[in-house]
């Protein structure tokens, strides 16, 4: 069933930001790893004790964001969606997400741009569907699909190594490039005159958070730099399948650093809760506030 918790909303300056959730939080040992109950509780302030269990393992949902600017719609990270990877257990129930991005007013004809932030399996598999003619087609058959070129060619090499992470790239991103529906783009490419590719490199080699700038505030879409809000104040905190830990970490402590200047409006892809919080600087350094629901 649709909640509103599945699509929370929000805005900076002119543009409008809207969640749309394809998985509930679940426990996700790992995502980051070492976090026990007491890692979580020193924190209190701004870890909301509904986002870790019993056990101290992070609980972590998924989500897509979509940017609204100028009469331009652009969706970053398209989920799980139906495909399935060899190797893994088929998923138990279809993908909500389309239905989702429907209930927010939102047709797959009315996306301009999609971005993806990397080519893991849960970023990339509502970029393409299959037709009833058996064909694979692009789910936004309006949009321009951008990739990053290093990415593009990390993740060919790994899904070719037999990475699963990588198993749904010969679906959902190839056949886009094949058909002409896709564009290879730089790690700092600018989507619109507010919207840009932020390089957080790490978890992937070609891995891209997306910075919103203006001139009434700034807000970024994690993607897979952080997977928990926790990693905010233990930025040295890495997740599993990071492809390189130390170089993910140093990203983060590059960003808070960045973010220690202003607020900044954080738009967490596996955040648990609403996904979407100010990053506020206070005396002590900085909390972090959920947007409430
Ligand atoms: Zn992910």
Redesign the pocket.
């Known amino acids: 069933m649709l909640t509103r918790s599945h699509i929370p909303a929000s805005r900076v300056g002119h543009v409008s930001i809207i969640r749309i959730e394809e998985a509930d939080p679940v426990p996700t040992p790992g995502f980051p790893a070492g976090t026990t109950l007491d890692t979580y509780r020193r924190y209190s302030d701004s870890i909301d004790p509904r986002w870790y269990d019993s056990d101290g393992a992070p609980l972590l949902g998924?989500s897509g964001f979509v940017l609204s600017t100028g009469g331009v719609n652009v969706l970053v990270d398209t989920c799980n969606g139906d495909w399935p990877v060899a190797g893994l257990p088929p998923q138990p129930e279809a993908s909500p997400f389309v239905g989702r991005l429907r209930a927010a007013g939102l047709a797959p004809e009315d996306i301009h741009v999609v971005v993806n932030t990397?080519l893991?399996l849960?970023?990339v598999g509502c970029n393409t569907h299959e037709a009833a003619d058996g064909s694979v087609v692009a789910t936004f058959p309006n949009a321009e699909y951008l990739f990053v070129d290093t990415e593009w060619e990390w993740a060919q090499q790994s899904a070719a190594a037999g990475n699963p992470s990588c198993g749904r790239v010969d679906r959902a991103v190839a056949p886009l490039l094949e058909a002409g529906r896709g564009r290879l783009v730089s790690m700092d490419h600018r989507v619109t005159d507010e919207i840009a590719l932020l390089p957080t490199p790490g978890h992937t080699p070609g891995h891209v958070s997306v910075e919103v700038t203006t001139d009434a505030g700034s807000a970024v879409i994690t993607?897979?730099m952080m997977?928990h809000p926790i990693q905010l104040f233990e930025p040295g905190l890495c997740s599993l399948f990071e492809e390189d830990s130390d170089e993910a970490a140093r990203t983060r402590i590059a960003l808070l650093e960045r973010w220690r200047r202003r607020d900044v409006l954080l738009l967490g892809?596996?955040f648990p809760g609403s996904g979407i919080g100010l990053l506020e600087q206070d005396a002590r350094g900085f909390r972090y506030a959920e947007t409430a629901l």
């Open positions: 998924m990397h893991h849960d970023h993607g897979d997977h892809t596996h």
